[in-house]
């Protein structure tokens, strides 16, 4: 089947099985290695693009689902300017660790700063819960998004 | 104390970091495990599915193996693949390349072993309590004074049962072999914490087929967390055979299903401590220690993981008559390995939970119980190895303080008379001996080497990995601090079995505390042999004697003297001490332990970098908490939990608001972080809920289930 959307920004086409993962499609079709797989059912986050501006795992999205829409990955989302505000607070508070959850972590969080922005920690904790970090135990990652809705 | 960047982290961020499964080599195909479902059985026949083309496939089993079917390991006794009998569910029984993953995955998740099936033992209990089910070495620490108890005595006994324990790493486990037949050299890109073990792990299963295997680690390690410590030897051992036979390159990446189902985990423990305390002067005067772990099927590495139980089974009290006995168990369900705390959490779990008990026997706080048996300069240890600080009670002073702790138990005591949830508060402590047990070190004799370039850029080559925790990044710190050369002269070598020496694996909180206090001791060296104030002005002057080469040898402290056979002596040189208070909501309608508030404090030495410090804290004690309120296997091995939707990792939503400090850190010594963080902090939740509500549970983790079910029986 073949499908078009638009990826970071640049309308894209591409054949492929109906049913085959977003993930899939965006690690091997367009090799953007970003976005990796770590559960494989939609628990963890770590697969976290936007799919018409709204955060989903990309691992439970078939090509069906994208035909006409609009994604944005960890790389498209680094190159806007809210983009790399948010890596310099990660990198800043040391945010980051093993780095395997982090695209999926960033996706998230440029959604929230983005379309709430509020400095509140209770509403990070909830836009977050759909990513799983094991190795910091959030409490630096919330620094980093706090810091960024003060910069923004 | 300052802050350096890590090196890693905008490369992470932006998705360029290369993880394993991005490395491609040129016609490689994809590989999978073909394993046991049965928990004990003979393998009758193994059914292939109709309808493909078998001659297109690489198949490797037991009988292809051209060295030993033995992994290498502290006890060397599970094999690469089943031969005729399976033990656990999740033995590997082949590996199976194909050039197509889809066409792989289908194939095998469609092929059937016939088995005759055997008595299996997988229950936590039912391996547990049961003696018959011991086996391997027992190891005892024997401090008894031969006297029996005071008739005055007050006795106490209590039995407290761990779970498993998922390391849950994000990046499952991986690992790429490449054969290269002109050379007859195995090369391994490892997704594992020692590229050293791979190495043994490789070069035993190929035997004299091959000259050499070369690992070497890819970019990024996904955590680990003691995960990737053993596992990997195993998984590379196939991958190897798969492209010695195929003659292609293979790459096997796990899905996290077979990933949590047949990898290791956290060995379960039933522990059982009789102790007996004077009424009088509140002091423990005995104590006997029964302590278990389930080995899974095979023994493996548990007999250092039982070693380390052992040393720091009685936690941080005085005792004067002690008794301590450890063994492993066998169950049919995956060998279990490494993970962060190795042993130790276990161990306080049970003895920290123990303390509250007494406590509430002889009806004193469990703070001031604590103080009065805490150990001091002066006491020593079990295996007679003397305390030489008090370090540890200044933690837990710390920590009371901070938490306000006995003004707190007057407030919720006043607050859960008038409430139906309660609210409570809990204290535990811990210690971690940093690096390896006893003579390991010696054993070990780690190597580091550096290479300083024409332009002052110096090279660190060490075989420890960085699998998140920022240990490169702390490690140049630590090199460069020592001779104030600016850390954006250094370059890290990827861990790299040809080209880094061996300095030992990255286990045991040994990285930063054997490794980093090497390197600063060898940059002073290097610094002192050349007799340069500036290395750049240096090197700059003395163009003609670089690039140039140094190395270095780990030399021991001789005052560690460990006697292995009858667990005496001196089994760590330098311990590193914690103390924790959490505060808890209980939910009387939901049985939901809420975590409202935990304090930590921790004397970890000299603090290199206090964000990376502060970040691996944060993170060890959020598993820890966990280990504590959530994580545990239902039935491991039955299929039953294969994923993080029934394995409850906690989210944001579970976090209390975690508060660290860490005291003495004006210690010329970096000592161990990785652990600690792990060891203290269950048992805090544990003996807060008893504050809440007066209920006794000594089985972890914490779930509504289990509370529910107590106060049923205990109804009843």
């Keep these: 089947m073949k499908i078009n959307f638009i990826l970071n920004k640049n309308g894209v086409s591409v054949d492929v099985d109906p049913m085959k993962r977003l993930l899939d499609i965006l690690r091997e079709d367009f090799r953007l290695?970003?976005?990796?797989?770590?559960?494989?059912?939609?628990?963890?986050?770590?697969?976290?693009?936007?799919?018409?501006?709204?955060?989903?795992?990309?691992?439970?999205?078939?090509?069906?689902?994208?035909?006409?829409?609009?994604?944005?990955?960890?790389?498209?989302?680094?190159?806007?300017?809210?983009?790399?505000?948010?890596?310099?607070?990660?990198?800043?508070?040391?945010?980051?660790?093993?780095?395997?959850?982090?695209?999926?972590?960033?996706?998230?969080?440029?959604?929230?700063?983005?379309?709430?922005?509020?400095?509140?920690?209770?509403?990070?904790?909830?836009?977050?819960?759909g990513n799983i970090?094991?190795?910091?135990?959030?409490?630096?990652?919330?620094?980093?998004?706090?810091?960024?809705?003060?910069r923004k | 104390m300052k802050y350096i960047t890590k090196f890693d982290a905008i490369p992470k961020l932006n998705g360029s970091w290369q993880f394993l499964d991005v490395y491609s080599y040129e016609g490689m195909i994809p590989g999978q495990l073909l394993y046991s479902i049965c928990h004990h059985g003979i393998?009758?026949?193994?059914?292939?599915?109709?309808?493909?083309?078998?001659?297109?496939?690489?198949?490797?089993?037991?009988?292809?193996?051209?060295?030993?079917?033995?992994?290498?390991?502290?006890?060397?006794?599970?094999?690469?693949?089943?031969?005729?009998?399976?033990?656990?569910?999740?033995?590997?029984?082949?590996?199976?390349?194909?050039?197509?993953?889809?066409?792989l995955r289908e194939f095998i998740s469609n092929t059937s072993i016939e088995y005759e099936e055997l008595p299996a033992i997988t229950d936590i209990k039912e391996c547990l309590d049961n003696e018959k089910n011991a086996f391997g070495r027992e190891l005892t620490i024997d401090h008894r004074t031969g006297k029996n108890p005071d008739p005055n005595w007050v006795h106490h006994h209590g039995i407290y049962y761990t779970p498993h324990q998922e390391q849950a790493y994000l990046e499952p486990q991986g690992m790429i072999a490449v054969w290269k037949l002109a050379e007859r050299e195995m090369f391994v890109r490892a997704n594992a914490q020692c590229p050293f073990f791979v190495k043994e792990g490789v070069e035993a299963i190929m035997g004299d087929s091959i000259n050499e295997a070369i690992i070497e680690t890819s970019e990024g390690i996904g955590g680990a967390f003691g995960g990737k410590e053993d596992f990997p030897s195993l998984l590379a051992g196939i991958t190897s055979l798969l492209s010695y036979k195929s003659g292609k390159p293979v790459k096997i990446v796990l899905d996290r299903s077979d990933d949590i189902q047949i990898t290791t985990k956290r060995h379960p423990a039933r522990i059982e401590i009789n102790s007996w305390t004077n009424p009088e002067t509140?002091?423990?005067?005995?104590?006997?220690?029964?302590?278990?772990?389930?080995?899974?099927?095979?023994?493996?590495?548990?007999?250092?993981?039982?070693?380390?139980?052992?040393?720091?089974?009685?936690?941080?009290?005085?005792?004067?008559?002690?008794?301590?006995?450890?063994?492993?168990?066998?169950?049919?369900?995956?060998?279990?390995?490494?993970?962060?705390?190795?042993?130790?959490?276990?161990?306080?779990?049970?003895?920290?939970?123990?303390?509250?008990?007494?406590?509430?026997?002889?009806?004193?706080?469990?703070?001031?119980?604590?103080?009065?048996?805490?150990?001091?300069?002066?006491?020593?240890?079990?295996?007679?190895?003397?305390?030489?600080?008090?370090?540890?009670?200044?933690?837990?002073?710390?920590?009371?303080?901070?938490?306000?702790?006995?003004?707190?138990?007057?407030?919720?005591?006043?607050?859960?008379?008038?409430?139906?949830?309660?609210?409570?508060?809990?204290?535990?402590?811990?210690?971690?001996?940093?690096?390896?047990?006893?003579?390991?070190?010696?054993?070990?004799?780690?190597?580091?080497?550096?290479?300083?370039?024409?332009?002052?850029?110096?090279?660190?080559?060490?075989?420890?990995?960085?699998?998140?925790?920022?240990?490169?990044?702390?490690?140049?710190?630590?090199?460069?601090?020592?001779?104030?050369?600016?850390?954006?002269?250094?370059?890290?070598?990827?861990?790299?079995?040809?080209?880094?020496?061996?300095?030992?694996?990255?286990?045991?909180?040994?990285?930063?505390?054997?490794?980093g206090n090497l390197l600063r001791k060898f940059a002073l060296k290097i610094k002192d042999e050349l007799g340069f104030e500036n290395l750049e002005e240096y090197v700059k002057s003395h163009q003609n004697e670089f690039p140039r080469e140094f190395r270095m040898n780990f030399v021991q402290d001789p005052s560690v003297v460990f006697d292995d056979e009858n667990y005496v002596g001196v089994a760590y040189k330098d311990y590193s001490w914690a103390a924790c208070v959490t505060e808890i909501y209980f939910h009387a309608d939901t049985y939901q332990i809420e975590l409202t508030k935990?304090?930590?404090?921790?004397?970890?030495?000299?603090?290199?970098?206090?964000?990376?410090?502060?970040?691996?804290?944060?993170?060890?004690?959020?598993?820890?908490?966990?280990?504590?309120?959530?994580?545990?296997?239902?039935?491991?091995?039955?299929?039953?939990?294969h994923g993080f939707t029934d394995y409850a990792l906690p989210t944001t939503m579970d976090l209390p608001d975690v508060d660290v400090e860490f005291i003495h850190t004006d210690s010329m010594v970096a000592k161990g972080l990785g652990e600690i963080p792990m060891d203290f902090p269950a048992p805090s939740i544990r003996n807060a809920f008893y504050n809440a509500t007066g209920i006794f549970i000594n089985e972890y983790p914490m779930i509504p289930e289990r509370i529910l079910s107590h106060i049923q029986k205990n109804k009843d």
Excluded at chain 1, 109 to 125: A, F, P, Q, R
Excluded at chain 2, 49 to 74: C, H, Q, R, W
Excluded at chain 2, 485 to 496: A, D, G, S, T
Excluded at chain 2, 610 to 639: D, V
């Design chain 1, 33 to 129: 290695l970003g976005t990796k797989e770590s559960c494989g059912e939609g628990e963890c986050g770590a697969c976290t693009v936007l799919l018409d501006g709204k955060p989903v795992t990309s691992c439970l999205v078939n090509a069906v689902h994208i035909d006409g829409k609009e994604v944005m990955t960890s790389e498209g989302i680094a190159q806007e300017p809210l983009g790399k505000l948010l890596i310099d607070c990660f990198d800043e508070t040391n945010a980051v660790q093993c780095g395997f959850c982090f695209p999926g972590f960033f996706v998230t969080s440029y959604h929230y700063v983005k379309t709430d922005g509020e400095k509140s920690l209770d509403k990070i904790k909830k836009a977050l819960s």
């Design chain 1, 133 to 150: 970090c094991r190795c910091t135990g959030y409490q630096k990652i919330f620094e980093s998004v706090m810091l960024a809705c003060k």
């Design chain 2, 43 to 103: 393998i009758k026949k193994i059914h292939f599915p109709d309808g493909y083309d078998l001659s297109e496939f690489t198949m490797v089993s037991a009988k292809d193996i051209p060295g030993k079917n033995i992994v290498p390991e502290p006890e060397c006794d599970q094999p690469y693949m089943a031969d005729k009998e399976v033990f656990h569910f999740g033995q590997v029984i082949m590996g199976i390349a194909h050039p197509n993953r889809k066409l």
């Design chain 2, 282 to 515: 509140k002091k423990i005067m005995k104590i006997d220690i029964d302590y278990r772990l389930d080995a899974g099927a095979y023994q493996t590495l548990s007999p250092i993981v039982l070693a380390r139980g052992v040393l720091h089974a009685i936690s941080g009290y005085s005792i004067p008559d002690a008794f301590i006995r450890g063994r492993l168990f066998r169950s049919n369900t995956p060998s279990n390995g490494a993970f962060r705390g190795f042993g130790a959490p276990q161990a306080f779990a049970a003895m920290e939970a123990h303390i509250d008990d007494i406590a509430a026997n002889l009806k004193i706080n469990s703070y001031n119980f604590r103080k009065i048996n805490l150990f001091k300069i002066g006491d020593e240890f079990p295996t007679t190895q003397p305390i030489i600080e008090n370090n540890l009670s200044d933690c837990l002073e710390r920590v009371i303080e901070k938490a306000n702790y006995l003004n707190k138990l007057e407030e919720f005591k006043e607050w859960n008379k008038t409430h139906k949830d309660k609210k409570g508060i809990g204290i535990s402590i811990g210690y971690h001996g940093g690096g390896y047990t006893g003579n390991g070190e010696k054993v070990l004799n780690s190597e580091v080497k550096v290479v300083i370039e024409k332009d002052a850029i110096v090279k660190i080559f060490v075989a420890n990995t960085d699998m998140g925790q920022g240990a490169h990044t702390t490690l140049a710190q630590m090199f460069f601090e020592a001779i104030d050369h600016p850390c954006e002269k250094c370059r890290i070598q990827l861990p790299n079995t040809s080209k880094t020496p061996n300095s030992g694996p990255t286990v045991a909180s040994r990285t930063i505390y054997i490794i």
């Design chain 2, 598 to 641: 935990s304090w930590n404090v921790m004397d970890i030495g000299k603090v290199v970098n206090q964000k990376i410090a502060t970040g691996q804290a944060e993170g060890g004690i959020l598993q820890g908490l966990a280990y504590g309120l959530c994580e545990f296997f239902y039935k491991p091995g039955y299929g039953r939990m």
